[in-house]
T-cell receptor
């Protein structure tokens, strides 16, 4: 099946710094990717929809200036957590759908990125 | 998007069949039902998807009654490695589908 990768898998940063997380579709193209955040023992919370070549659509309550999303190509979306604080520590997951498979409805999820802000 | 309701947790034993039911009373005509599995510190993994009646693949079966207001994921002969959180998602498949997760069901399989 299709593969979505994320980099890095784990990152520890100091409070006030920025962290960039990459999401790549390795063997398919995706005009839309989704970014989620998951806190311990909780479900995935959709943060934003990343659209190739246009601005991302953010969910209510998600600060677009803090969580910068760039979808510069059909295989890459990046999430930058700016001026990170300890409360931003979480598990960040991206997903994408293979547009090349007309009858496929699967969303492929990345392995996640564990962000720890100290 | 249709809201889903699942049991928060379930327990089972190795070798048993496990059925997890999801309620989605306000499912729309064009909505598909998709189930995902998630292990700790991993991204969700697609299990199965269906629209109506029954769908079966190599890992699970999905039963959807005629009114489509609920669905049941059936895992045959579970093993310890099936311990995970299972999510039911409902939405229109295709370019406009935004996968939104509910609380999920935490399945624990005991020896």
């Amino acid at each position: 099946g299709a593969v979505v990768s994320q980099h890095p898998s784990r990152v520890i940063c100091k409070s006030g710094t920025s962290v960039k997380i990459e999401c790549r579709s390795l063997d398919f193209q995706a005009t839309t990717m989704f970014w989620y955040r998951q806190f311990p023992k909780q479900s995935l919370m959709l943060m934003a929809t990343s659209n190739e070549g246009s601005k991302a659509t953010y969910e209510q309550g998600v600060e677009k200036d803090k969580f910068l999303i760039n979808h510069a190509s059909l295989t890459l979306s990046t999430l930058t957590v700016t001026s990170a604080h300890p409360e931003d520590s979480s598990f960040y997951i991206c997903s994408a759908r293979d547009l090349g498979l007309a009858h496929s409805y699967e969303q492929y999820f990345g392995p996640g990125t564990r962000l720890t802000v100290t | 998007l249709a809201k889903t309701t699942q049991p928060i947790s379930m327990d089972s034993y190795e070798g048993q069949e496990v059925n997890i039911t999801c309620s989605h009373n306000n499912i729309a005509t064009n909505d598909y039902i998709t189930w995902y599995q998630q292990f700790p510190s991993q991204g969700p993994r697609f299990i199965i998807q269906g629209y109506k009646t029954k769908v079966t693949n190599e890992v699970a079966s999905l039963f959807i009654p005629a009114d489509r207001k609920s669905s049941t994921l059936s895992l045959p002969r579970v093993s310890l490695s099936d311990t995970a959180v299972y999510y039911c998602l409902v939405g229109l498949s295709g370019g406009s589908y935004i996968p939104t997760f509910g609380r999920g069901t935490s399945l624990i399989v005991h020896p």
